[in-house]
């Protein structure tokens, strides 16, 4: 069930420009209670094409330390042009000007000032420096790289916090999702079992926090997604050489995710479980829902197919394949495919977001709305290439080779 919460919420993310100049007489329009409601049919226009060959790539397999990336987490540009990218396998920061030269690296593996243990992103700030996360940790680095604050995000009671990307000066959007154990009164092994089981699927929060000093601001909307499910895997011996059955949890194939993104624009959230966007004013009011009047695909038999022939990293047995169809089958399985999975917001205040693809896809899909709430087509993306920022009539993200090797690329973009 979906629960939307409003204490003192984010800026205006219809802001910019006229919102009569991206009306369209496809798309129907109404207002419920001070609530803009979007609905645009099915379509297949093309709002963008991305350009095959990168204006710009960083990364290579072998070469300078600087320029070997193993897990980057985040790419983000500042207002010069430079490319702050996050790398959690370096545990470093590396900064890159406009045409792709290494300007600096900011910290290493640690516990100290400026050193982290888990690097989850890094972006840069208004006044030339750099806000890093670690784990619950935030690093403020000065515009000349040196760690100048640092303060701990406290989100809810025993919740592991993930950082999204900045919402407006000064703030960090985070999701949230808390930790659940069974408490002291679960004395026996079949209390704490049940205890496991009923909490596979808690909340997720979508929160901000203030940058001065990680403390949490609010919490900007709640969303239960149903991703793991408890199934028997038959009996066992115990060394008593009695017998016990053994229940372990399993991921739902198909289960949507919730997703929310954040910028100097506003905050816009979806549940995932279709092709609808929420988008919130700075009073912490629901102002605008923008929706494609279109159902996600009915799961199928081949999908499932698709998602077992694909899990995991060895090549798969006609054999094996079937069992994990069978075991799929035992699970509470959605009838239809996820809708939304990932948003963006454009430097410009257009929300772009990303249809669920089933694995080994090469192409996703991305639906993109104007700041009003007006569908306005399609970008088609390789799947090689994720997203990370759509800045300067220009998409910037990570691309990955065959090899698994990461680079940093930036891509232009045609408005069709």
Known sequence: ?????????????????????????????????????????????????????PALSIGDFAGPEEILFGDIESVARDVAGNLVVADDQALQIRVFDPEGNHLRSLGREGEGPGEFESLQGAWPVEDGGILAVDFRDITLFGADGTPVRTGRLLGPDRAAVLPIGLSGPGVLLSSASPYRFPTAAALSAEDVLRALLDDLNPPTFFIRHRLADG????????????????????????????????????????????????????????????????????????????????????????????????????????????????????????????????LLIADTGEIWALRYAIRGARVRRWDIFAADGVYLGRVAVPASFRVEEVSRGQALGVATDELGVERVQIRELTLK
């Open 1 to 53: 069930m979906r629960h939307l919460l409003f204490p003192g919420l984010i800026v205006v993310l219809a802001a910019c420009g006229d919102p009569g100049a991206t009306s369209s007489p496809a798309a129907e329009v109404t207002d419920s209670a001070g609530i803009r409601v979007v609905t645009t049919p099915p379509g297949d226009a093309v709002y963008a094409e991305l350009a095959e060959e």
């Open 215 to 342: 403390i949490l601001i609010d919490t900007v909307a709640e969303w239960s997604n149903h991703r793991m499910a408890p199934v028997s895997s038959g009996e066992r011996r115990d060394l008593g050489g009695g017998r016990f059955s053994q229940t372990v949890s399993m991921q739902i194939p198909f289960a949507p995710r919730s997703a929310a993104a954040g910028s100097p624009h506003g905050v816009a959230f979806t549940g995932g479980v279709d092709f609808e966007i929420d988008v919130f004013d700075g009073a912490g009011s629901l102002r605008i829902i923008a929706r494609l009047d279109e159902a996600p695909p009915v799961l199928t038999d081949a999908h499932l197919e698709a998602y077992a022939t694909s899990s995991g990293t060895r090549e798969r047995t006609a054999a094996s394949i079937r069992r994990s169809i069978e075991s799929y089958r035992e699970l509470p399985l959605p009838g239809a495919l996820p809708g939304y999975m990932s």
